[in-house]
């Protein structure tokens, strides 16, 4: 590959109108340690350090860490996550088969040695996961390739987060990919050679006459590399940088690959199946966080900006890059999990506090006396007003009485 032209920019900056994540590769692993909570616990969150650090050499390292990072990063409540899904979700819903199917396929995506059963349960809820996505936002269309991300999601946050992850990159990072047809994927993919062009147009004019196109990478697109890629291990360290990035770094990371293989793509003959079946098969080797680093730089010097005044690219939008910069205003102003903790309880309490009153009123009432007042059954009204009529002091002592069951009760009396 040849050598990119570097330009110098802070973290987080603008770079020619696009937002740009600083890799850090001097960021050793006990100095992300200390910041990674430090930037999690700050008020509001410090959610650049945290992008710095999901995109920096080694990624988030762990798990642990992902499942508190990978939330801010998609500015998701982890107190507020969705319910899990009831088999109704799988009611008549149009793409079940599918669904069903795809993740029946997808055994080499969970963990070498998991045992049969464990893998059936993840499985089952992978498919209410994807189904229950979709249920809520049906202008969304399921596309083969959905379940490789929802899968790994699932597997680093389980059930309940996974849903609300992969709710939000469907209508962000994703969206593009989840239109009737494949146009908008096509879009995206178009991105790629003008990357290739910029840098190497030697090899951009011999990809050009074997006709190879660019269907090669749709798969590492679409799954963002989890279909593609033989090691988790892998998978989630790009995911780390995809969540921290632009919704186009994918395309920019298979421009990357590419350019890393130049030599070997020239000494194929020029033939577009030759060449695709070169391209198509990612080897097991790749120094993926040097390839980040050039996917990184590659984005910085020809921004979407820049590549999308070219003829073949204006005749689109992508509602992916054209929502990006709201969704990343909308991650700066998070809470840290212990302030949104607190404030979750003090709302229970309170929710409990009222439901408390209620049934209150409801134990204090007989039965069928209580079903009376709840549907404010005229009877009961004509009664006490017949009461008040002659009684007088009397319904002053049942309204007395009715202040304190609650203003709510009055209400119903009068």
Not at 301 to 314: D, I, V
Not at 328 to 353: E, F, I, N
């Amino acid at each position: 590959m040849k050598r990119l032209k570097r330009k110098k920019h802070n973290a987080g900056v603008e770079v020619n109108g696009e937002r740009s994540v600083t890799r850090e590769p001097d960021c050793g692993r006990k100095q992300k340690l200390a910041e990674i909570p430090q930037a999690l616990n700050s008020d509001p969150v410090d959610i650049e350090t945290l992008r710095r650090a999901a995109a920096s050499k080694g990624g988030l390292l762990t798990d642990e860490l992902r499942r508190k990072v990978w939330p801010k990063l998609l500015s998701i409540n982890v107190y507020d996550l969705p319910h899990k899904p009831g088999r109704d979700v799988r009611d008549n819903h149009k793409d079940y088969s599918q669904v069903v199917l795809d993740v029946r396929r997808s055994m080499k995506r969970f963990p070498k040695g998991m045992p049969a059963a464990e893998r059936a349960i993840l499985q089952e809820q992978l498919i209410d996961i994807i189904l229950v996505v979709l249920k809520c936002n049906p202008q969304l269309h399921y596309y083969q390739g959905y379940h490789d991300v929802a899968v790994t999601l699932l597997l680093v946050v389980g059930e309940r987060m996974a849903i609300a992850m992969l709710h939000t990159l469907s209508k962000y990072h994703l969206r593009d990919f989840m239109d009737p047809t494949m146009d908008s994927t096509k879009h995206i993919l178009n991105y790629l050679m003008p990357i290739l062009e910029q840098v190497d147009t030697e090899l951009h004019d011999f990809m050009i006459r074997s006709e190879v196109g660019t269907i090669f990478a749709l798969s590492w697109l679409i799954t963002w590399y989890g279909h593609v890629l033989p090691e988790f291990k892998h998978t989630l360290r790009l995911y780390d940088f995809f969540l921290a990035s632009h919704p186009l770094m994918p395309i920019y990371l298979a421009a990357a690959i590419v350019l890393h293989r130049e030599k070997e793509v020239k000494q194929t003959e020029c033939d577009m199946a030759m060449v695709h079946h070169l391209l198509s098969r990612i080897p097991q080797d790749l120094p993926y966080e040097l390839l980040i680093g050039q996917s990184q730089e590659l984005f910085d010097q020809y921004p979407p900006s820049l590549l999308a005044k070219r003829a073949a690219l204006q005749s689109r939008k992508s509602q992916s890059i054209s929502t990006f910069k709201a969704f990343q205003l909308s991650t700066l102003h998070q809470r840290p999990d212990s302030v949104l903790q607190r404030l979750t309880k003090a709302q229970d309490s309170t929710t409990s506090r009222h439901a408390s009153r209620h049934s209150g009123l409801e134990a204090a009432l007989p039965r069928d006396r209580g079903q009376l007042w709840g549907k404010g059954n005229r009877m009961v009204k004509m009664a006490v007003w017949g009461l008040s009529a002659t009684l007088g002091a009397a319904v002053f002592a049942v309204a007395q009485t009715a202040m304190d069951w609650g203003p709510e009760v009055l209400l119903q009396l009068f």
